[in-house]
């Protein structure tokens, strides 16, 4: 499931082979293509030239110098450039042709899609309320965004109102290193501890941007997913395992007691 560093690893891709250049096609599935039909996505984007592309959560925006195409890559989706490879691949459902080859949307499952947005307060009707980057968001904007806030932990860091761009896997890791465990309400979670989270969710998205996801490296828990006997990288307990916040969550029960 694309989270914050795969759409960042995304929005390099289109930086790298979309931005700057003339579009001259545009074809697309019509049932990913949201606010628009596809003959006038094609219609507003054909002749355009891409500007910057830039992240927001897990959205990748992508402005030219009239309409902005929003993509959101929903479980599955990801973005390709087809380099010298003329072969379309069956869940490709959106392309941007350009003189030296086409960007594809890749989707298996259709959720998410493409938007059109004509100015900003479109862009930001079709985003709608979302909180700060993950990535961008301040230390104490963090703490007071908390602070706001009842409930369990994971819940939180999850919500994609009060931050943007955590999904399952970099809220599991940021939680087990910052030893935190995923079911602890917030109100049992001291100033200490939630600067720590702040610190921790930083270094595992900094490192997961690097490679362009959670790396699945053999000191952090995300390698122990989907293991039959999975165990903490670093006191070697076993892990516990259960859907927390609707999702399937692994903690360790010591160095993540319940506080
Ligand atoms: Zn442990």
Excluded at 59 to 88: A, K, N, Q, Y
Excluded at 136 to 147: G, K, M, N, P, T
Excluded at 157 to 164: E, F, G
Excluded at 214 to 220: F, L
Aim: with cysteine; proline share 5%.
């Amino acid at each position: 499931v694309p989270e914050l560093p795969d759409v960042e690893d995304y929005r390099s891709i289109f930086s790298e082979h979309a931005a700057r250049k003339k579009v001259l096609d545009v074809e697309a599935d019509a049932t990913i293509v949201r606010s628009a039909s596809v003959r006038s996505l094609d219609a507003a984007l054909s002749g355009q030239r891409f500007h910057e592309p830039r992240r927001h959560g897990k959205w990748l925006i992508c402005p030219t110098s009239g309409p902005s195409l929003l993509l959101h890559f929903g479980m599955t989706g990801g973005l390709v450039w087809s380099g010298e490879d003329p072969d379309r691949h069956r869940h490709d459902r959106l392309f941007l042709s350009f003189n030296d080859g086409e960007l594809r949307y890749r989707n298996m499952r259709k959720l998410g899609g493409a938007w059109l947005a004509h100015d900003d307060d479109e862009t930001a009707r079709v985003l709608g309320p979302i909180g700060p980057d993950a990535y961008e968001v301040s230390a104490e904007q963090f703490l007071r965004i908390l602070d706001k806030r009842r409930g369990g932990i994971k819940a939180a860091l999850m919500d994609q109102h009060l931050i943007a761009g955590l999904g399952n896997l970099t809220t599991d890791e940021a939680l087990w290193h910052a030893r935190i465990a995923p079911k602890r309400a917030i109100a049992s979670i001291d100033k200490r501890e939630r600067r720590a989270l702040y610190r921790k969710i930083r270094k595992v998205l900094r490192d997961s941007i690097e490679v362009g996801r959670v790396p699945s490296k053999r000191s952090w828990l995300t390698s122990e997913r989907g293991e039959r006997d999975a165990r903490c990288p670093r006191c070697k307990s076993a892990l516990d395992r259960a859907t927390v916040a609707g999702r399937t969550t692994y903690w360790c029960p010591e160095c993540q007691p319940d506080g």
